[in-house]
T-cell receptor, first 112, second 115 residues
Framework: DAGITQSPRHKVTETGTPVTLRCHQTENHRYMYWYRQDPGHGLRLIHYSYGVKDTDKGEVSDGYSVSRSKTEDFLLTLESATSSQTSVYFC???????????FGPGTRLTVL | GNSVTQMEGPVTLSEEAFLTINCTYTATGYPSLFWYVQYPGEGLQLLLKATKADDKGSNKGFEATYRKETTSFHLEKGSVQVSDSAVYFCALINAGGTSYGKLTFGQGTILTVHP
């Protein structure tokens, strides 16, 4: 157990509304990631962070922003949700010692 | 850029059958290779990994060997069980620099095992 929690676990929202997903870790890992999972695409990287206030884009970052003001929290924001952002979102941390990545339980987001 | 290609699914087997899920990759340098498993309704769990050529990762009866000459990391299990029914993802990480820790995933292979 890498001590990763995500909130909320499920959310239904309407097109055009802002949504923020939270990832919290308890083990002080420097690197954190947000992925989305869609059928036929596996998991795709949205944004990642390599330290407090240090973030960068992944391969599917359009329509998403992130923030990391504390080591333990990494927030993913959809400024104006669209139906194409209906997905399951996973947060992950990288254990630097072993270069292994561990995942949170996921958030299922539905945009109507 | 990096890419991972897995065999098309779904794969349906009877209990105690032999399992192979093919995975090939394209990457620069010397990536680390991983298999993750996702059971229904759950997140991803690391199943096994290999960090250099000819390494064999193993866990829970599953094995995969890092073959640099064929850029492959095929997952095998000699005798599957119903409890192995899940989605399996092949993935790679390029170590170092700004790519540190960024996983590239295959599309996933659904495995269903019948009694």
């Amino acid at each position: 157990d890498a001590g990763i929690t995500q909130s909320p676990r499920h959310k239904v929202t309407e097109t055009g509304t802002p949504v923020t997903l939270r990832c919290h870790q308890t083990e002080n890992h420097r690197y954190m990631y947000w992925y989305r999972q869609d059928p036929g695409h596996g998991l795709r990287l949205i944004h990642y962070s390599y330290g407090v206030k240090d973030t960068d884009k992944g391969e599917v970052s359009d329509g998403y922003s992130v923030s990391r003001s504390k080591t333990e929290d990494f927030l993913l924001t959809l400024e104006s949700a669209t139906s194409s952002q209906t997905s399951v979102y996973f947060c992950a941390i990288n254990d630097y010692s072993y270069n292994e990545q561990f995942f949170g339980p996921g958030t299922r987001l539905t945009v109507l | 850029g990096n890419s991972v290609t897995q065999m098309e699914g779904p794969v349906t087997l009877s209990e105690e059958a032999f399992l192979t899920i093919n995975c090939t990759y394209t990457a620069t340098g010397y990536p680390s290779l991983f298999w993750y498993v996702q059971y229904p309704g759950e997140g991803l769990q690391l199943l096994l990994k290999a960090t250099k050529a000819d390494d064999k990762g193993s866990n829970k009866g599953f094995e995969a060997t890092y073959r640099k000459e064929t850029t492959s990391f095929h997952l095998e299990k000699g005798s599957v069980q119903v409890s192995d029914s899940a989605v399996y993802f092949c993935a790679l990480i390029n170590a170092g620099g700004t790519s540190y820790g960024k996983l590239t995933f295959g599309q996933g292979t659904i495995l269903t095992v019948h009694p």
